[in-house]
Every structure is written in structure tokens, then in C-alpha cells.
């Protein structure tokens, strides 16, 4: 099977969240899995081209694209995902891509993802490469379905070329106005209140998406469910309920050659499910760098995460006394909001013996506190897939999270009727349903037996990119199967 991949960002060239994660980790499983797979992403500054040995497709300069009235020239480059043959084509074009960020409130958003669209196909016609699937993911690659079906549809390489779109975030939807439509070189005749391309009287890349893609899915099957309701929908959920037996949801996987408590080379020993002592190993040293005391029997819970609303930190604001009166440290990385940045601060400040925070990113650390930690705490109030839950199952550092998305599909709550749990979760988005599971993690940790049984029920999980793989091929056949000439 032949599948293009398009992404607005792709690991290790540019990544700004999950979705880079996805496009330099799933195209590598599906090659493994047999697919010829191409994957495409904008060249931006950020990208060296010396450091990630690109190269300039000759044949491929100063390609001309018309945005609405003017023409705008794209180059070619090419190289490889790391440790693997999947070609990556990069879309070059300054005028649009070379910014201080990948995304941008600028005025020219709409043109720069038009452009990296229309660069797409034309590229893929210059290729002579007619892909069974073209794989988008998000509002930034969402009128490459409509493009195929209205502007290119006189092209018979793409006659059987279906696509599917992947929704990591229904809350990014590409909104902009009417002159977006002239701007991707579409008629204003299909533009028209509650049409496919109109929502709440702006032009929406994602709703267009949606409505001419074979195929839909998101990063968990519960987030699948979650985004057909107005609670999760975004304004989008009357959009989705047209094609609700055309959503489907897939776990992210995970790098476990990155992410395995195994070979990580991050850690100061690595251990398996049947060496659990060298865990404790790993507390001990991450204790000593945060300047905390050590014990077997007091246990740390880990936090890293950007800090924002949807991360559901703000139902430890009331109730943090209480929490902080429990025998807990607790280890914090991350950033983002002030207001959330400065009472994890306080908070270390206010209990120097119990709690370090650390504001910013450090890759090591992050490595280090999923290992080192008993615990890891997620209360998001939405989470699309989540990565760092699963990351601490196979580190056997146990997950309390609220069950929401990925985290619900992932995260198995551990109880007295159901002993196969392999973390903690509450459904109520309050901070006394926080404090109460947290409460009954601390308690189980005491009962060493029933803790290990549950950190070795995670270690066992399988989120290996390989089976999510298999199940997207699945749906390239349903989306194959879908085809809408």
C-alpha cells in the first residue's frame, strides 16, 4: 500500500507537540509493516538542512503556486526519517515558512497551509507517485481532500487515491475568513451558511475536511466518542455527527526504542519488569539531584506537562493543604501559564522537604522523573491520546489520571472489584475527586504485594507503534473501501 503522509510538523526535524511525535514515529511502523510510505512537511527556519543531511531536488525549484492573486514559488528538499528508508519531502518556501514558530497568529495563516497543500500535490504529480491513501492530520492538511476532488480531479493518477484525516485536537480548526476560499483557489459558489466549507460564519479548514474525507479518526477511541458531544465537540460535534460511522479512534503508540526503562540511556540504571529493585535505584538518585530525602516507603509523585487550562492542575489549587498533609513528595516539570507556573513554585517554596519544581523542559529530567517516581499525575479535563501516562506504565510508574480520552483508554482504575487495574482514575472534574484517588494510590502504595502486582499489570501493556500500525492500515482499507469519486 502506498501512503503519503502530510503533517504540519515531524520529529526530530520540527515538533511542537503530539502530532510531531505521530509523524516521525507511524510512518516508520507502517514501512515496517510493508506500506511505501512518503511523508511530507513545510521546511521551516528552524530546520537545518546541514544537520539533518537534506538535500535540494533540483528538477524541483521554483515551483509556481497561485494563492488567491499572486504567485508564489516553492522548493524541494529530501531526506529520510532517522534509522529508516521512509523519504520525507520538505515544501520550501520563505516567503511563508520562514517565522520564529511553525504556527503563527499572522494574517497570512490560511496561505501558508494553502500553499503547503497545493505543494503537496503538485509534488506528488512531479513524483509521477500516485499514493493509495494520502494520510492528513489536522485543519493544516485538510483541504487536500477537497483540492483531489474539485481542483486536481482531472488528474487521473490521483482516480483511486483515497484520504484519510487524523484529529489530534478538535479544538485547532483552521477558522478564517470568506477570502480564504479565492486564496486555495476555490469558488464562492461553495461557500454558503451551513455548506461544507462555512462554520459559524468563517471559512473552516477542518469542517471541509471532515465532510470530503473517506476517513476519520482520532487519537483514542473514547476521544472518538467524546468529540461528538457539545461538551468536547468545540462547535464541531453537528459537523461529525454527519459522518459518525466514519470516525474511528487509534491510540497513539509510543517510541519504546526512546521510551524503555530498558536501554534508556538517560537514567542511571536501567531495569525490567523482573529487576523492579534498580526502580528503586532510580528514586533514590533522582531524590539526591531534587535534594530530597529518600524512602522506600514515602512515595514521589511525578509531574511533567505544559501548564495549561486543559491540563486540569487548577483542581489542586483548593484542596492543596490537605494534599501536602499526606506522607508525599512531589517532583514537578513543566511550563506555560503563570498562575499555574507560580504555584508550583510557592508550593516548593512552602514545603522545601517534600516538594522541587522545576520550570522549563529538560528532556534527561523528564526521562529521569518517569523512572524515579512511584506515581504520575495527570487530571487533565480533555486529553485527545496523552503520551506521558503511557510512558509511565512502561516504566512501572503507576498513572493517576482523570478518565478522559486517551487517558480513560489507557489508564485501568485499580479497586477492590477490579484487581486487573493497572492505575488510578476519577471521572469527576473536582478537586475532592482529585484529592480522594490520590488519597487511595497512597494507601495501596502501603500494601508493597498489591502496588507491585499493579506496576507489573502496566509494564505488560502493549503501546508499541506497531500495533497501531496495523490498525490504521485497517482503516486505509475502510477508507479505500469509502472512495468518493
Known sequence: MK???AASECFPFVKTGGLGDVAGSLPKALAEEGCEVKVFVPLYSGIKT???NLNLINEFQDIPVNIGDKTVNFNVWYGTLPDSEVEVYFIDCPVYFHREMPYTNDTDEDERFILFQIAVIETLQRLEWAPDIIHCNDWQTSLIPVLLKISYKWDKLFENTSVLLSIHNIGYQGRFSSEAIYNAGLSYELYYPEGPFELESSFCFLKAGILFSEIISTVSPSYAKEIQTSEFGAGMEGVL?????DIYGVLNGIDTNIWNPKKDKFIPVNYTSKSLKKKIQCKQEL???AELEFSENVPVIGIIS?????????LMFPVIH??????IQILILGSGENKTENFFRELALAYPQKVNTYIGYNNKLAHFITAGCDM??????YEPCGLNQMYSLNYGTVPIVRKTGGLADTVKDYHEFNEDGNGFSFEDDTPFALLSTIKRAVDIFGDKKIWNKIILKGMKEDFSWKHSAKMYMDLYKKAQANHIN
Open 306 to 314: 505544559r501548564f495549561a487550562g486543559q491540563k486540569g492542575f487548577d
Open 287 to 289: 531524590l539526591k539531584e
Open 241 to 245: 455527527e454527519t459522518r459518525k460511522d
Open 50 to 52: 546541514i544537520d539533518h
Open 376 to 381: 504520575f499525575l495527570m487530571p487533565s479535563k
Open 3 to 5: 501512503i503519503c503522509f
Open 322 to 327: 490537605e494534599l501536602m498533609s499526606l506522607n
